[in-house]
């Protein structure tokens, strides 16, 4: 097994491209396709979370996404892992997002930002700072005043990280998502639409921006001048996920944005496994397609401490484990999906 992988690190080590350069470029939508630097391009990204990594480990997983015929990662930005005390922001060590992204430009992968300021992701709050409830009478997710304050003052601490990684400043970040799968949370157009506007301001008019979510609620809160994608996982029927965007959008490049390739655990229940089969059939169906995807998780990981969410209500605690049944499990070992998801790719 030792052998195998140092195989496929040296693989991923070896392999150069253009991204390397470090040149300007761009990342747009065409017709029915994005396009990279005006060329037709799929997306093809693996999920992976850096606070669930340890940094030493970082290259290495990602040179493990790109030895299965990945040519980006997308990650999440969790506010409550920077700001852990209000107004002191940490993106140092484990927390150094920037130089995760800079490990994957180094590797060749484009890099999907999801910088919330929700995320959900089985994680502590979503992502928000426990001491956002010192307050006792704020809105969360919504245009509450101090909670706007505060994310718009996180953002900007964010973009002083990774605008200079756009790939419009011959960075890896391609994509960028405005808040995560609301309509499964509620209705509120003014809300994603201040959260767009920050954004913008942030890293420019340049910088696609998308949204996310379920194909039973994307319309809800669907901004014109964003991308719309899709999650599902595992099983789904992709030409019923993606009618009625090819109803709305006929031109619109199609990508499922979390496409699961497992679930998370819960205390006291079972671990949850997906078939291997069932998850790349359907990647194999999308890249026939041209449909571009997230492998959501291909890596999961640890969620260290107590930075592990629940469900509510009911309340049902996550484990610390977020394996996730991924190709390449919590330890950063390959698995038999891994095998197959290689061989279809």
């Known amino acids: 097994m030792k052998k195998i992988l140092s195989i496929l690190t040296l693989c991923a080590m070896i392999c150069t491209t253009a991204l390397a350069d470090s040149k300007p470029g761009t990342f747009t939508i065409g017709d029915k396709t994005f396009l990279l630097n005006g060329q037709p391009f799929v997306v093809k990204a693996a999920e992976v979370h850096y606070p669930r990594i340890p940094r030493p480990y970082w290259e290495h997983r990602i040179q493990m996404c790109k030895s299965l015929g990945m040519n980006a990662v997308c990650i999440y930005i969790f506010w409550n892992i920077h700001e852990q005390q209000e107004g002191q922001f940490n993106f140092t060590d484990n927390n150094d997002v920037a130089e995760f992204c800079r490990i994957a430009q180094k590797n060749g992968m484009y890099v999907i930002v999801r910088p919330g300021p929700y995320v959900c992701a089985e994680w502590e709050m979503g992502g928000l700072p426990w001491w956002l409830l010192k307050k006792k009478d704020i809105k969360l997710r919504e245009r509450d005043p101090y909670f706007m304050e505060r994310v718009k003052l996180f953002e900007e601490k964010v973009g002083e990280?990774?605008?200079?990684?756009?790939i419009q400043n011959g960075g890896p970040i391609i994509m960028m998502q405005v808040e995560n799968e609301?309509?499964?949370?509620?209705?509120?157009?003014p809300y994603v639409s201040e959260i767009r506007d920050c954004l913008r301001g942030i890293y420019g008019k340049e910088l696609e921006l998308f949204q996310c979510d379920w194909s039973s609620n994307f319309e809800k809160n669907g901004l014109n001048d964003l991308t719309w994608t899709m999650n599902f996982g595992t099983g789904a029927n992709i030409d019923n996920q993606f009618r009625r965007l090819g109803e709305l959008r006929p031109n619109a490049p199609k990508m499922c944005s979390e496409f699961w390739s497992g679930w998370f655990d819960k205390w006291g229940a079972r671990h949850e496994t997906r078939p291997a089969k069932d998850m790349v059939d359907g990647m194999d169906e999308m890249l026939s397609k041209g449909i571009s995807f997230s492998l959501y998780m291909t890596h999961g990981g640890t969620s260290?401490?107590?930075w592990a969410g629940a469900n509510s209500p009911g309340f049902a605690p996550d484990v610390t484990s977020y394996d996730y049944d991924a190709p390449i499990n919590e330890w950063g070992l390959v698995t038999p999906k891994f095998w197959e998801l290689r061989k279809m790719m």
């Open 304 to 306: 260290f401490g107590h």
């Open 182 to 189: 609301y309509g499964s949370y509620g209705e509120d157009k």
């Open 161 to 166: 990280q990774l605008k200079p990684l756009t």
